[in-house]
């Protein structure tokens, strides 16, 4: 089976393990891949929809994966037991709907051994939940497929919980020790983000009656502060 570069920089971070539960799974790739490379003995394939898990059952007979994968039909983590809680992949979805899985299942994600998460937005404030709430991020790693760059994030529960400045959230303070080859199209991506936030902010009208902030929002100073240090951190390499 060949997994575009999103789905194989997942597969690559998979430990050896027991059970892998791949939550919003789609197509099923991910499980069938780590049973049949022997990544994991078991794997359960879980999503929302009932569309997916067909897509799923149909991949799982094409490829020889009967009796290795399951799938599971709920919301988050809620079909997943207590004891298949190995090691959990969540990906392709926002960041603060994994958050919300998380948070839901909040006893689940901490018994995991390592949770697997690519967020496709919003990484600031799933790295920000995390820490706060106890799980380390113990790695990230970058992805590029079709054209844009994904991450994702290893992290376990130590309930050890920390507090870090706008800046770490945002970009991704292990990513800067990473030595990904992707870091500098990563920054410069994120730079252009920030820019065309500030120049947003700063050609609309001051008397504009705005809607509340999100929030995971991040006020045009802070936004500043950050874009001025990935320029100069951008200048260093």
Known sequence: MKLNNRLRTIAAEIPYCQTLADI??????IPIYAVKNRICRKA???DLRIGPLEKANENIRRYGAEGQVETRLGNGLEPILHSECDVI???GMGG??????LSKSFDKAKQAELLLLQPNNAADALRKWLSENGFDILAENLALDAGKIYCVISAKWTG???KKDDFSYYVGEKLLTSG???LTAYLEKKLKELDTIITGREKAKPDKVRRA???NDMDTETCIMIRDRIRSYLETM
């Open 44 to 46: 359960l394939a879980s």
């Open 89 to 91: 992949v969540i990906s």
């Open 160 to 162: 050890s919980t920390a």
């Open 213 to 215: 902030p999100a929030p």
């Open 96 to 101: 603060l709907l994994i958050k919300d899985i």
């Open 24 to 29: 919003g799974t789609d197509h099923g790739y």
């Open 180 to 182: 990904n080859p992707l």
